[in-house]
């Protein structure tokens, strides 16, 4: 059973725009929100000279273009942040972990710099910038557990703060059942238009190994061509023989962008995907029956 959590978020320089902690109820960790801007300020926060883990993160606004990612691990924050600034220029805000108590020591801080890069990598959300992957600390059971505990309310909080870096891109809904057939739509057309997906809370993701159609139609629209072209380009739409498929899950911004990638035309997505039973997606969203 999943409880509710109260979450306290703390404008620091008194602006939406600056820096922000975030505590969570009943933990003892904690989390900042700092513009890559307002990091020689922050002098003027003792606790960030301590250990800890730290994101740095570049969004993407272009639906086809991965962020950029660098998970770290120091035991002054401070000091590392200030270097990061000289010596790397992709990256715009940084969100840092420590605990409260003092209670993360270096073996804690490298295991939990491991999990989080793994993670990031299985979601493959982002462009991670480390070089190398970081390796994962040698440590008790009991510390494995406290420190998994520990990684959950950091997931948590990202989230929070509006970044998708650990999600998986195809959501499972806790509320249904688990991610089958049963809960997905799907698109059989002309041109060799063969899809499958499902809504989420970002918007629509499409089944890895859907078909593409080839060609589109004349009257095909132009953002979604240089959509379309981006995405074979970065090797998200891929030639197999006699045919183009998606390599892996892809999440557009709506199920009607969805389908005329699939479809290769204009289309409503919304009465394009349906589901084995014919309902629509318009009809499941409103909770309508057919």
Request: hydrophobic fraction near 30%; proline fraction near 3%.
């Amino acid at each position: 059973m999943k409880f509710g959590k109260t979450i306290k978020l703390f404008l620091i320089d008194g602006d939406t725009n600056g820096r922000l902690s975030c505590e969570l109820s009943n933990w003892t960790g904690k989390a900042y929100k700092i513009p890559r801007n307002s990091v020689k300020i922050c002098s003027d926060r003792p606790e960030l000279q301590t250990t800890g883990v730290y994101i740095l993160l570049n969004t993407s606004t272009d639906l086809s273009e991965k962020g950029q990612l660098y998970i770290g691990e120091a035991e002054d924050i401070f000091k590392r942040l200030t270097q990061h600034v000289k010596e790397k220029d992709f990256w715009n805000e940084a969100i840092v972990f420590i605990s409260k108590d003092d209670n993360l020591n270096k073996a804690h801080i490298k295991y939990l710099e491991n999990r989080l890069h793994e993670i990031a990598t299985n979601a493959n959300r982002y462009e991670l910038t480390n070089t190398q992957k970081p390796t994962q600390s040698s440590i008790s059971e009991s510390d494995k557990a406290e420190m998994e505990e520990f990684l959950a309310n950091v997931l948590t909080l990202i989230s929070t703060l509006g970044y998708n870096t650990f999600e998986q891109i195809r959501q499972v809904d806790s509320k249904t059942q688990p991610d089958t057939e049963n809960d997905s739509f799907f698109i059989h057309s002309v041109r060799g238009a063969n899809g499958a997906g499902k809504p989420t809370s970002e918007g629509f993701v499409v089944f890895e190994n859907s078909q593409v159609a080839d060609p589109v139609t004349n009257s095909y629209p132009k953002t979604m061509q240089k959509l379309r072209n981006e995405l074979i380009s970065k090797g998200v739409i891929k030639k197999v023989p006699d045919k183009l498929i998606l390599a892996q899950d892809y999440l557009f911004s709506s199920s009607s962008s969805a389908a005329m990638v699939i479809m290769g035309r204009s289309a409503n997505g919304l009465t394009e995907w349906k589901m084995k039973s014919g309902k629509t997606l318009q009809d499941y969203e409103s909770g309508e029956n057919n």
